[in-house]
């Protein structure tokens, strides 16, 4: 079964300023995709990024970048130059290969830019 | 334009009736779900259809039934509406199973049970 973990409590970042947020996942599948997607306090999913499990590079995606470390399990998304419009619950989410190719979310991530 | 279109946007409703939601996606996806988002946020899967087939049928309610008349399309009827079914249901499409595809939802239908 997949797991993802997402454990920090709601955070206040100063706009302009860079914040990390955490995902940890655990599978038991050698291939697998991981992907983060934002929800504004309007509702929508909307996708922000994606990783796949044999990717070389870390991927990356304008202000988005996904510090990727797979021994660790692990794939924190980096948001830079915050702006207002970033402030939104983020979700770290995976899916895996054949039986295990639901897309499974954390719990999220409530992130409030101030100015 | 509209990627994945759910209808209504918002529901509100008595305990005991019965209602559907209705998802449409332009995508060419071969691939629908839907998702149950409750009050702490967490997004959990429900169902899942791929060209009509049903794939994915998680642990729900039997008054919940999922209902695909094309690829293109997935509904969501829900029998005997209960307070514990207030939430915000999400629909979803992907382009087919593999892991490298992510989704695209929907903009979600806020159910309220009263």
């Known amino acids: 079964a997949q797991k993802i973990t997402q454990t920090q409590p709601g955070m206040f970042v100063q706009e302009k300023e860079a914040v990390t947020l955490d995902c940890t996942y655990d599978t038991s599948d050698p291939s697998y995709g991981l992907f983060w997607y934002k929800q504004p306090s309007s509702g929508e999913m909307i996708f922000l990024i994606y990783?796949?499990?044999?990717?070389?590079q870390n991927a990356t995606e304008g202000r988005y970048s996904l510090n990727f470390q797979k021994a660790r399990k692990s794939a924190n998304l980096v948001i830079s130059a915050s702006q207002l419009g970033d402030s939104a619950m983020y979700f770290c989410a995976m899916r895996g290969s054949y039986g295990n190719n639901r897309l499974a979310f954390g719990k999220g991530n409530q992130v409030v830019v101030i100015p | 334009d509209t990627a994945v279109s759910q209808t209504p946007k918002y529901l509100v409703t008595q305990m005991g009736n019965d209602k559907s939601i209705k998802c449409e996606q332009n995508?060419?996806?071969?691939?629908m779900y839907w998702y149950k988002q409750d009050s702490k946020k967490f997004l959990k899967i429900m169902f899942s259809?791929?060209?009509?087939?049903?794939?994915i049928n998680e642990t729900v309610p039997n008054r919940f039934s999922p209902k695909s008349p094309d690829k293109a399309h997935l509904n969501l009827h829900i029998n005997s509406l209960e307070l514990g079914d207030s939430a915000v249901y999400f629909c979803?499409?992907?382009?087919?199973?593999?892991?490298?595809?992510?989704?695209?939802f929907g903009s979600g239908t806020r159910l309220t049970v009263v």
């Open positions: 990783q796949g499990s044999y990717d070389q």
């Open positions: 979803a499409s992907s382009q087919n199973t593999d892991r490298g595809y992510g989704y695209t």
């Open positions: 259809y791929n060209n009509k087939e049903l794939i």
């Open positions: 995508l060419g996806h071969d691939t």
